[in-house]
């Protein structure tokens, strides 16, 4: 829509944007005024957007100032959408002369007094003009949004829903009108813009359910039982005569009654996180996630059993280009599982193998450990997962045997039973099931190898997801982004108000600063030598971007005259020594964790005096992040599908097919890229 926009306010607040625009309306005949917040996810893609309309006397900008909604809507990956409650200056007579009807009071509807009708059209402005403008404008994904509101605004959200119910995701309110025919408010304004209280039926989100219901929607309300409109002499929200009708007509709804709690922004922003994240979760399961090219379960029969041949890329020799060649895939044998590579991220674990720096690294082999997979056959005994499941096929297994002390026990997620089988390239009754043209054996790598249209894994590495999920983005939780995580969240369990340093800024770095905002960490150090990296490290959480040529002294020297005693949290995610010792040496004196993530060159060895420990500070290490693969992954990807966890960021560069891997090598090497996902299908 082409509509000239004119910026008023623009601030940096959790990672994203807030900014306010002005613009001539058409449908109002006025400017309009809104304010939007845009997540940093919405750097990487077009996110949902979530609009929210404010009550009596309010403007664009109550909710922004005192709800701390921008929060919740950054960790959700959501545009935040406030516009004002009534068009400004239009020059009505009696416009300004009360607080409940006209200025500030537009009530949401369409005016049809002729005294009215020309700007008062609040409902098309809210549900047709906006909308259209923020899609046009801002990185908002067409289609899916949804819409709450408060008081006023919590009856112009309903009605916005109820009169629409193909266009919104969901609805909420917090204190909302839910009767105006029934209330002294609604009165005035069905009297005043529609001329009559009758004529208000269409408006009163009480009838509108009892007319149409229910709605292909789940609806969430919250009411404070000590808000002042509710419980004083006249009950201006009737919330049961909207709950009677719901429950008459089967709606699906949440109804929640506050003890405690009054009508002001302290009930909003005591509770508006739990309405965004209603809102994301919703939203998330709406979107068409499941890619079209996954091949249905009918048609796996017709390969179940027999060799498949497929496009795989072959790691020959270290330090030598992929070969993209023609291999078979044996049917996978007892307690095994075939799976189609439908997406591939290609990892430094990956590069690092190929480099010839890995001790077990074996050639020729079929590298990759990042993808999102449908499983296409099963082997004998395989019961937890069957063809058509989505999986992400995991490096760490989880055989959840009662006789597996390290599965039962909540201190470690590594799982020792393929272990010897898997670091030499081989199932685990010691052979591959791979060949080439000749017939010639290549191995696996990692348990995954999936560098290959079709792969076969050890159930023990299935982890399976949600079928709603993209796999090509359900593959970054098969290793960096998800060691990251975890790292932050199990291995050193992050505290609020404490510090964090980070050495190496890809994408384990990243998900570690990331984990640290979620935890509350209030001071973030991201080093990394390529300055590039600085700028998405801020919009994840980085408090402080420190280059260590710019200084003339180590980082950890740098880092304790910065904090006075050194950082609560270190992280390595470089694989180099030497920054290992740094990172323990900029810990904080007597309680400051180091956790080693990155993977050093083999034959490397740790040093540091030992004074540094025995004065307080801790060194440990992760690998996956500590997360039981089985288990946890799927909780990985739920948050996401939920809002909760966004991963879209971490995504820099895109190609389409195996014989594109090379080209993502190259451009994971160009120091720009996170991570480079491959689509096989």
């Given amino acids: 829509m082409s509509v000239e926009l004119t910026k008023k306010f623009e601030v940096h607040v959790n990672g994203g944007k807030q900014l306010k625009f002005t613009h001539k309306s058409a449908v109002t005949n006025t400017d309009m005024t809104f304010n939007i917040f845009i997540p940093?996810?919405?750097?990487?893609?077009?996110?949902?957007?979530?609009?929210?309309?404010?009550?009596?006397?309010?403007?664009?900008d109550n909710v922004m100032q005192k709800s701390g909604a921008q929060k919740q809507a950054a960790e959700s990956g959501i545009i935040f959408v406030a516009p004002d409650t009534s068009p400004r200056g239009a020059g009505v007579e009696g416009e300004d002369d009360s607080w409940d009807f006209g200025s500030g009071a537009g009530f949401y509807v369409n005016a049809t007094e002729p005294k009215w009708a020309k700007h008062y059209n609040m409902f098309d402005y809210i549900n047709k003009e906006l909308p259209t403008i923020i899609e046009a404008n801002f990185p908002a994904l067409p289609g899916y949004k949804s819409i709450t509101g408060h008081s006023m605004g919590g009856h112009g959200a309903l009605i916005s829903a109820f009169k629409n119910p193909n266009q919104y995701v969901s609805v909420s309110a917090f204190a909302p009108i839910c009767n105006p025919m029934k209330c002294p408010w609604g009165d005035?304004?069905?009297?005043?813009?529609?001329?009559?209280?009758?004529?208000?039926?269409?408006?009163?989100?009480?009838?509108?359910?009892?007319?149409?219901?229910?709605?292909?929607?789940?609806?969430?309300l919250d009411v404070g039982l000590s808000d002042g409109f509710l419980s004083g002499e006249v009950d201006q929200l009737l919330p049961d005569t909207l709950d009677e009708a719901m429950t008459e007509k089967k709606q699906d709804f949440i109804s929640r009654k506050q003890p405690g709690y009054d009508h002001s922004y302290y009930f909003i922003s005591s509770f508006i996180a739990e309405h965004i994240k209603f809102h994301a979760a919703e939203l998330r399961k709406a979107q068409k996630v499941v890619t079209e090219a996954v091949t249905a379960p009918k048609e796996f029969a017709q390969t179940a059993g027999k060799p498949i041949k497929c496009k795989a890329a072959v790691a020959y020799a270290a330090e030598k280009p992929l070969k993209v060649?023609?291999?078979?895939?044996?049917?996978?044998?007892?307690?095994?599982?075939?799976?189609?590579?439908?997406?591939?991220?290609?990892?430094?674990?990956?590069i690092?193998?190929?480099s010839g720096q890995d001790p077990e690294g074996l050639f020729p082999s079929i590298l990759g450990h990042e993808a999102g997979a449908v499983v296409e056959s099963v082997g004998e005994g395989v019961t937890s997962v069957k063809p058509g499941d989505h999986v992400v096929p995991c490096y760490t297994p989880q055989c959840n045997k009662p006789e597996c002390i390290y599965c039962m026990s909540p201190k470690t997620n590594l799982c020792p039973c393929i272990r010897a089988t898997q670091g030499k390239g081989v199932m685990p009754d010691g052979t591959s099931r791979f060949t080439d043209a000749e017939g010639n054996t290549i191995y696996h790598f990692?348990?995954?190898?999936?560098?290959?249209?079709?792969?076969?894994?050890?159930?023990?590495?299935?982890?399976?997801?949600?079928?709603?999920?993209?796999?090509?983005?359900?593959?970054?939780?098969?290793?960096?982004?998800?060691t990251g995580l975890g790292a932050v969240w199990n291995t050193t369990k992050v505290e609020t108000n404490s510090s964090v340093a980070v050495w190496g800024l890809g994408a384990v770095g990243l998900a570690v600063i990331q984990a640290?905002?979620?935890?509350?960490?209030?001071?973030?150090?991201?080093?990394?030598?390529?300055?590039?990296?600085?700028?998405?490290?801020?919009?994840l959480g980085a408090t402080d971007?420190?280059?260590?040529?710019?200084?003339?002294?180590?980082?950890?020297?740098?880092?304790?005259?910065?904090?006075?005693?050194?950082?609560?949290?270190?992280?390595?995610?470089?694989?180099?020594?030497?920054?290992?010792?740094?990172?323990?040496?900029?810990?904080?004196?007597?309680?400051?964790?180091?956790?080693?993530?990155?993977?050093a060159a083999g034959g490397q060895e740790l040093a540091t005096k030992p004074f540094q420990l025995v004065t307080g500070r801790k060194w440990c290490g992760t690998a996956f992040g500590g997360w039981k693969s089985r288990t946890h992954v799927p909780m990985l990807v739920e948050k996401n599908m939920n809002g909760e966890l966004p991963v879209d960021h971490f995504i820099t560069h895109r190609f389409s097919g195996v014989d594109k891997i090379n080209e993502a090598i190259e451009a994971l090497h160009g120091g720009d890229c996170l991570r480079a996902v491959v689509n096989y299908f």
């Avoid at 740094?582 to 993977?599: D, T």
């Fill in 446 to 482: 990692m348990g995954c190898s999936t560098f290959s249209e079709y792969t076969v894994l050890a159930e023990v590495s299935c982890a399976k997801i949600d079928p709603k999920m993209a796999l090509d983005k359900a593959c970054l939780f098969g290793c960096g982004v998800s």
């Fill in 352 to 354: 690092y193998t190929l």
């Fill in 325 to 350: 060649v023609e291999v078979n895939v044996a049917p996978p044998k007892a307690g095994e599982v075939r799976v189609k590579v439908m997406a591939n991220a290609l990892c430094h674990t990956d």
């Fill in 40 to 60: 940093a996810a919405a750097e990487f893609g077009k996110v949902p957007v979530l609009y929210f309309l404010s009550g009596l006397t309010c403007t664009e």
């Fill in 188 to 220: 005035k304004a069905f009297k005043g813009y529609l001329g009559s209280v009758e004529a208000g039926k269409d408006w009163d989100s009480t009838e509108l359910m009892r007319k149409s219901g229910p709605f292909p929607f789940k609806i969430m």
């Fill in 545 to 599: 971007c420190l280059c260590p040529t710019d200084f003339e002294k180590p980082m950890n020297e740098v880092l304790v005259e910065m904090t006075k005693w050194g950082v609560d949290y270190t992280f390595d995610c470089t694989g180099s020594v030497k920054v290992m010792r740094q990172a323990l040496e900029a810990a904080h004196r007597g309680w400051g964790v180091s956790c080693v993530i990155g993977v």
């Fill in 516 to 539: 640290a905002k979620h935890s509350g960490a209030s001071r973030i150090f991201a080093i990394d030598m390529n300055k590039k990296k600085f700028q998405m490290a801020t919009q």
